[in-house]
């Protein structure tokens, strides 16, 4: 493979990314710690690799050399910031983007060549922004005369 994109992790927001990439015919490579979801998308056909994503020996079986981006949808946040490091050691072009759970980590993970981060509390914090907006807007509108 070539171009192809490497998802570490595959909960909710691999399974997105895998989704989107397979509507756009873009190939790509899952790498998942849970054997039993292994197992589960060696069966209906997905390229999947069973290991730490953190681990050299796992980038390179997933193909990092060849890739164009690794997206680490891991809940791990130790375990993202290991494999972006790792990731950027190996292959410095490679575009990285990182979920995290806090703020200061995303702050870490680009530090260490993420290129991109997803950050969740800042997520969460823009969707209450825009539904309070939204509440207070339409309650506004309903109170005017």
Request: aromatic share 6%.
């Amino acid at each position: 493979m070539r171009g192809h994109v490497i998802i570490a992790g595959y909960g909710v927001g691999g399974r997105f990314i895998a989704e989107y990439l397979k509507a756009c015919g873009v190939p790509f490579v899952i790498v998942e710690m849970n054997p039993n979801t292994c197992a589960a998308q060696r069966n209906i056909g997905n390229q999947i690799i069973e290991g730490d994503i953190s681990s050299e020996e796992i980038l390179r079986k997933a193909g990092i050399d060849t890739a164009s981006v690794l997206a680490l949808a891991i809940p791990d946040e130790d375990a993202a910031l290991r494999a972006t490091e790792a990731a950027n050691t190996i292959r410095p072009e490679i575009h990285i983007i990182a979920s995290t759970r806090y703020t200061s980590t995303g702050l870490q993970a680009l530090q260490r060549g993420a290129d991109e981060v997803i950050v969740a509390e800042q997520a969460v914090a823009q969707e209450f922004y825009r539904r309070i907006a939204n509440y207070m807007r339409a309650h506004a509108e309903a109170a005017s005369p």
